[in-house]
Each structure stands twice: as structure tokens, then as C-alpha cells.
């Protein structure tokens, strides 16, 4: 007993939540960029063998202003770091990030000073996938553990995020200069 017996066949009532996250789990567009080896295999998942487009991920875009996930496909170094900050402000909300190998989470096998020892201490990240490279397939299984993630997000977590971004003023934001010498202080 419910809205359902009242309608007529092939109507279906949902959450507006729901299909929102619905929408965004299944046309997550990355953005065009690649660090080191990995990226290789980050491009290897977009071919017919892999078919990212099965998830909707296909159309990965040039712009940082239409594109909603960043994959961090390789090792990021000191020099790149301000490049990928800032990047990564220019996504609109929301936005997601998977840092693809180990030399993405965690500096891998460059445990030196020239090497960010995992892109998380520049920008929030959702889902790490191990490996050196990983292959494809996991990178596949990285971004439907995001899917699932993205499912269980709420409007009341995006309002939070957007109280956040409001109290940032265009002048509050590290240039490029702040950012590199932070990264060498
Ligand atoms: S994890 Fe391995 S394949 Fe990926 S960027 Fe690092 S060294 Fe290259």
C-alpha cells in the first residue's frame, strides 16, 4: 500500500538524491592529464580492450572546468605540485580524485626529495590503487569503488563543501610562487 499501487504501470518514484548521485556515478568525466608511466595505462583503460565508456568516463576533458575526477596517474614531483593544486581548484564542485600507482599514493620507489611523497598532501583523495603500474583493470575497479562512494554522497555534504569554498576569496587562494615555496620551505 503506498504511491506506487495508485500509479499506472511503468512509472517509478525515486529520491531527487538519488538520482543525482545515480547520474554522477554513471557519467564521471576525468581530466586529460598524465604524470609518468602510469598515465600509459590510465590510457590503455579508455581502449576498446577495457572500455572505460561503460562507466560513462570516457569523455576525458582538456578543461579543468568540465571535468569532475582527477586521476593522478604517476609520481608527482616538487615542480608539478603547484601545477596539480592548481588544477585542481579549477574543478567545479563536486569533484573526485583517485591517485592511480604507488608513486601517486605514496612517492613509491622515489623516496627522495624531488618527489611528493603521495598526492594527498596537496589535495584530498577518494581512492588509491596500489600497484606499479597498476593495470587497467584495477583502475577500473578503483573508479567502481567510486561509483560506489558517489551513491552514498548527500546534498547536505556538497552544502557543506560550497560553506566551505565561500569563506575563500580569490585573494585567500596560494599563487603558484606561494605554492612552490611552501613546497620548498
Ligand atoms: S607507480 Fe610505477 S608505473 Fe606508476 S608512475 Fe610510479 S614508477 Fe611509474
Redesign the pocket.
Known amino acids: 500500500m503506498g504511491l506506487e499501487d495508485k500509479l499506472p504501470e511503468g512509472i517509478i518514484t525515486t529520491q531527487l538524491e538519488s538520482l543525482v548521485n545515480w547520474s554522477r556515478q554513471n557519467s564521471t568525466w576525468p581530466l586529460l592529464f598524465g604524470l609518468?608511466?602510469?598515465a600509459i595505462e590510465m590510457i590503455a583503460t579508455g581502449s576498446a580492450r577495457h572500455d572505460i565508456s561503460r562507466y560513462g568516463s570516457e569523455l576525458f576533458r582538456a578543461s579543468p572546468r568540465q571535468a569532475d575526477l582527477m586521476i593522478v596517474s604517476?609520481?608527482v614531483s616538487n615542480k608539478m605540485a603547484p601545477v596539480v593544486k592548481r588544477l585542481y581548484d579549477q574543478m567545479s564542485e563536486p569533484k573526485w580524485v583517485i591517485a592511480m600507482?604507488?608513486?601517486a599514493s605514496a612517492g613509491?620507489?622515489f623516496n627522495n626529495y624531488a618527489i611528493i611523497q603521495g598526492v594527498d598532501k596537496l589535495i584530498p583523495v577518494d581512492v588509491y590503487v596500489p600497484?606499479?603500474?597498476p593495470r587497467p583493470e584495477a583502475l577500473l575497479y578503483a573508479l567502481d569503488k567510486l561509483r560506489e562512494k558517489q551513491g552514498r554522497e548527500t546534498f547536505a555534504k556538497y552544502r557543506r563543501n560550497e560553506l566551505a569554498e565561500a569563506m575563500l576569496s580569490p585573494q585567500d587562494m596560494d599563487s603558484l610562487e606561494a605554492l612552490r615555496a611552501k613546497q620548498f620551505a
Open positions: 609518468a608511466c602510469c604517476g609520481r600507482g604507488i608513486c613509491g620507489p600497484g606499479c603500474p
